[in-house]
């Protein structure tokens, strides 16, 4: 295995991530199944709803990441620590996770607060128009995430590891309330995401995640 240098390191950041809206997936959220573009829909005003929205998130999307990987000192009955924390991989989901695990990347990424902005300003006269743009940046903050997760696994492979699922704070018993140490140890002020009190991510459609290195059999 390659070493990881990790201690002191700073984060990677990714601005002005490139991204493409599928019609094909916007339908899928939507629970509309078999079609493949918005133009097939024989509701008209849904799908005129559905296209403005997608056209509308071009203009307000900016997707952004940081990723940081952080070296794992041990594997307790009920957490994983690294040589920044003892607080964060607290729970059974995180030692079952980590437990073979050398390395562990933390990421941060979101499309930003203007198609939030935007959403809430459409809820006071189109509720529709709004309920169509929040599907659709929904959808898109986890493509972001997935951007950043597959430079990750790049790196994973290329050193000789291989890749956990990427897992979520809030996700079984991994607690929410890690959000605002995750953060902190990503550096995730540098793409303008934060969270509350409440341990709720700010903007709403950012994602936060752990990636386990593990080692191979």
């Known amino acids: 295995m390659h070493t990881v240098k990790s201690r002191g390191a ?3 950041v990714i601005r002005s991530i490139p991204f493409q809206i599928e019609e094909k997936r916007v339908l899928r959220e939507l629970r509309i199944p078999r079609l493949k573009y918005v133009k097939e829909l024989e509701e008209e005003g849904v ?21 940081r990987t952080i070296n794992i000192k041990e594997t307790r009955q009920d957490r994983v620590t690294t040589e920044e924390s003892e607080n964060l991989f607290i729970g059974s989901n995180m030692v079952k996770l980590l437990s073979r695990c050398d390395h ?10 203007a198609l939030e902005q935007l959403i809430e300003d459409l809820k006071q006269d189109d509720v529709a128009d ?10 898109m903050a986890d493509y972001m995430a997935d951007r950043v997760d597959a430079i990750v696994q790049t790196e994973i492979h290329r050193a000789g590891y291989e890749r956990t699922m990427r897992y979520s704070p809030g996700y079984g018993d991994w607690d929410l309330t890690v959000q605002a140490e995750l953060l902190r140890l990503v550096g995730a002020d540098v793409i303008g995401v934060s969270c509350t009190e ?20």
């Not at 403005?52 to 071009?58: E, G, K, L, N, V």
């Not at 709004?130 to 959808?139: I, K, M, P, Q, T």
């Open 104 to 113: 562990a990347t933390l990421l941060a990424t979101t499309i930003g607060p």
């Open 198 to 217: 409440t341990s709720i991510l700010q903007p709403r459609k950012s994602v936060t995640a752990v990636i386990g290195w593990e080692r191979k059999a």
């Open 130 to 139: 709004a309920y169509f743009l929040d599907v659709v940046g929904s959808w």
């Open 10 to 12: 700073q984060p990677v």
């Open 47 to 67: 799908a005129k709803s559905i296209k403005r929205a997608i056209d509308r998130a071009y203009t307000k999307i900016l997707g952004q990441g940081c990723y």
